[in-house]
């Protein structure tokens, strides 16, 4: 598979960044994608085969105008990695409503996008895998994340559901839910508090977290398994996390 387009939202930092580099090393094309191109364009690539563009993935139409491009360069996507998303910690009794919409505006609707996006494609030609990158707060609760867990059990159910409606078509969705990882994400939490509570939680596992290269291992496993065959879903963290 490695001659066909993969396309990575959220490719500028963590996760994503890791999953590029995973992809390349493996020859595939790629199209990147992330508000900040140029951290896209910093990372060691070789940038033969690879697109980069500047895409809020709530912006359905850019979103769409980048995959068009790629797909005019590379043929018809063959994974797509719904990785982008934000996770804005705080007490829900203060936070400001607009960080809510923030999350669920880019951890929801940007991954609702970018699987109407390809899937038509995909399942015309009866090919495909879409992977979206949800988190163990997909599916247990943890406090001061109401929202983002709003959102990321959001995406469990959502990617289930797409899931069975693609599967006869043998294009495939699945999941990987990681746990805590030392990335940006948290670069982004407005709330002091909500980030002291974090690194409390974090010395109960030892202060190790997650290394991002082993989520980019998963996303490669689900994606390397033949087509017929369907790892649904990932749950990946470090040892001690509970
Ligand atoms: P980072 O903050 O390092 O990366 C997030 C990426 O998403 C960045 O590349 C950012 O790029 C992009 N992004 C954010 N908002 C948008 C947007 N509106 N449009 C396009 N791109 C956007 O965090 P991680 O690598 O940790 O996060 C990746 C995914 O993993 C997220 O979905 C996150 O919820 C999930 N996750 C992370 C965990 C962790 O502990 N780190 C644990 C479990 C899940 P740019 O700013 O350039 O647009």
Redesign the pocket.
């Known amino acids: 598979m490695k001659n066909h387009l993969i396309v990575i939202?959220?490719?500028?930092?963590?996760?994503?960044?890791?999953m590029a580099k995973t992809f390349n090393a493996a020859g595939n094309p790629l199209l990147l994608?992330?508000?900040?191109?140029e951290?896209?364009e910093a990372l060691p690539l070789n940038f033969e085969n690879v697109m980069v563009r500047s895409?809020?993935?709530?912006?359905k139409a850019a979103f769409q105008a980048a995959i068009d491009d790629a797909q005019a360069a590379y043929g018809p996507v063959d994974l797509l990695v719904?990785?982008?998303?934000?996770?804005l910690l705080g007490n829900v009794l203060k936070q400001d409503p607009a960080e809510w919409q923030?999350m669920l505006?880019?951890?929801v609707m940007?991954v609702l996008n970018g699987m109407q996006i390809v899937l038509p494609q995909m399942t015309e030609r009866q090919g495909g895998t879409v992977i979206n990158?949800?988190?163990?707060?997909?599916k247990k609760t943890f406090v001061n994340h109401a929202a983002?867990v709003a959102?990321?059990f959001g995406?469990h159910g959502l990617s289930e559901t797409v899931r069975e409606e693609v599967s006869r078509h043998n294009v495939r969705v699945a999941m990987v839910?990681?746990?805590?990882?030392?990335?940006?994400?948290?670069?982004?939490v407005t709330d002091d508090g909500a980030l002291k509570d974090y690194g409390a939680w974090k010395q109960t596992m030892g202060g190790l977290?997650?290394d991002?290269k082993h989520?980019a291992e998963a996303v490669a496993f689900i994606y390397n398994m033949p087509q017929e065959v369907n790892v649904r879903e990932i749950d990946i963290a470090a040892t001690r996390q509970d």
């Open positions: 939202t959220g490719a500028s930092s963590g996760f994503g960044a890791e994608l992330g508000r900040r191109p951290k896209i895409v809020d993935v709530t912006d719904n990785n982008a998303g934000v996770m923030t505006d880019t951890n940007g990158i949800s988190s163990l707060a997909g983002y959102s990321k995406v839910a990681p746990g805590a990882a030392e990335t940006e994400l948290l670069t982004h977290t997650l991002p989520v």
